[in-house]
């Protein structure tokens, strides 16, 4: 089913009433392709602080809030005061998860009676959000919205396809064949 696209010049689209919890793992982006993420990893440098600039926007997407983001590092202070201070931006609760955290989410989700008390695990288990997001919808972030009894915004399959530049790169070529 194709989308229904509104050319609305000086107006910006809704945006959703929805809270969320979202997971900023770059390592995510490959779909677990260790070879591609270690080498993009090699040929940036702080490429992981990249979900710091994502907490600046993620409380004027979901507005239903409240919202809460995993990064990856610690933000800059300065860079939250000016934010939040000199720009007057409403921002989520954030915590740091790691890849290796984040990768060990869903076990650390399934222990139960006898385990030492997680705060990361009991921070999403008590967060209202009803939606469960990321930079992509792995496997990984499927487990964990089950596990949290939360939805995805996008199945794994819809965030594979809407990010592989092969089939967007061939979907223009008969588009422009068609057309020409």
């Given at each position: 089913m194709t989308p229904e696209v509104k050319i609305m010049p000086g107006k910006l689209p809704p945006f959703w009433d929805r809270n969320i919890i979202f997971f900023c793992n770059i390592?995510?982006?490959f779909y677990d392709n260790k070879e591609e993420t270690s080498e993009l990893l090699k040929q940036i440098t702080g490429?992981?602080?990249?979900?710091g600039r994502v907490i600046s926007i993620l409380n004027r997407l979901f507005r239903g809030g409240p919202n809460k983001i995993l990064v990856e590092t610690a933000p800059e202070p300065s860079l939250l005061d000016y934010l939040s201070g000199d720009l007057r931006l409403s921002l989520?609760?954030?915590d740091v998860l790691d890849n290796r955290g984040y990768r060990e989410l869903v076990g650390?989700?399934?222990a139960r009676d006898g385990a030492a008390i997680d705060p990361t695990v009991e921070a999403l288990r008590s967060q209202p959000a009803s939606w469960v997001d990321g930079f992509v919808t792995d496997a990984v972030l499927v487990e964990v919205a089950?596990?949290?009894n939360k939805r995805t915004i996008s199945t794994l399959a819809e965030s594979k396809n809407g990010?592989?530049?092969y089939l967007i790169y061939e979907?223009?070529?008969?588009?422009?064949l068609k057309s020409g």
């Open positions: 390592h995510s982006i490429l992981q602080s990249y979900g989520p609760a954030f650390r989700l399934q089950a596990k949290l990010n592989n530049k979907r223009y070529l008969e588009k422009k």
